[in-house]
């Protein structure tokens, strides 16, 4: 049973127990293996390194059985752990046996949170060689990654901040000007996509004055001149369309609430869907697809 404490007067349940336990890496029972391939990875290895140069910052969950522990959460710490030669390690001690719980959400740093965070470690103290050894990565990752936003505007850093953007993308977001930047960052986040080679589609229908440097040739592989020319007018004029489209939305959606809520309404009245499916057939059907859209979302499949 889940422990309970107060919190501003209230009673909650208690994922955890207010002390940890300090254990003999031989005293945890790991509930699944490690694969070969897994102990050869990336992941694994800035694990290992980042145990070994700071140590263990977040510790591996454990819950209680017959005099062992269970591990719950924190597999490959633990074999980190074990791989610089390490006995023991401080738990926390789940008062919840099930490690589902632990698995359910993972959360992955964004390239920009990543970029802030380096500069908080630095601003510190932290040198980049510590971070660069921590992280298994070369000194230079570390300080491209320092200057990633250098020359990207604010506004759009902000858009980008929670988004798993390529790192290779923000070179080319750097070619733009900020409200071109800007507009890239939008269209990036409408689309659901940030890799390098979309922000270079988007850099070659770039207009050359909204360029930092407009006398710089683009060159983009696959593209010449005449085909950079063309993308920009078409970019323009999909740019105009989407502007329109965005005027007119809020009106377009409420006319179309009213427009489904009215033929609901007329569609129960069991003598005009009788005329209706006695006479229009094909209109009955298409009100009734409208009439019973769960949203508007749905719009394209009932036209």
Known sequence: ??????????????????????????????????????????????IVASVKEVG????????????????LDGHLRIEALKEIGETEVTCLVSTDDEAFTYNKHINRLSTVQEHRMILRAVERGVSEEKIAKALNVDISSINRKRNLLGGICREAAELLKDKMVAAATFPILKRMQPYRQIEVATLMNDSGI???????????????????????????????????????????????????????????????TLAKGYLATLLGNARIAKYLGQHHGEILTQFQKIADMASLGNAKEAA
């Open 194 to 256: 940030y890799s390098s080679s979309y922000a270079s589609a988007l850099l070659a229908a770039t207009p050359k004055d909204s360029l930092v440097d407009p006398g710089k040739p683009k060159r983009i592989k696959g593209l010449d001149e005449e085909k950079m020319a063309r993308m920009e007018s078409e970019m323009a004029s999909l740019q105009r369309e989407y502007s329109l489209i965005e005027e007119n939305y809020g009106a377009d959606v409420l006319n179309l």
């Open 1 to 46: 049973m889940l422990k309970k404490t107060k919190v501003q007067g209230r009673e909650v349940k208690a994922g955890f127990d207010h002390v940890t336990v300090h254990l003999k890496l031989d005293q945890i029972a790991p509930i699944k293996t490690i694969a070969p391939a897994v102990r050869t990875s990336r992941k694994f290895l800035q």
């Open 56 to 71: 263990i910052i977040e510790p591996p969950v454990v819950t209680p059985d017959k005099g062992h522990y269970i591990l």
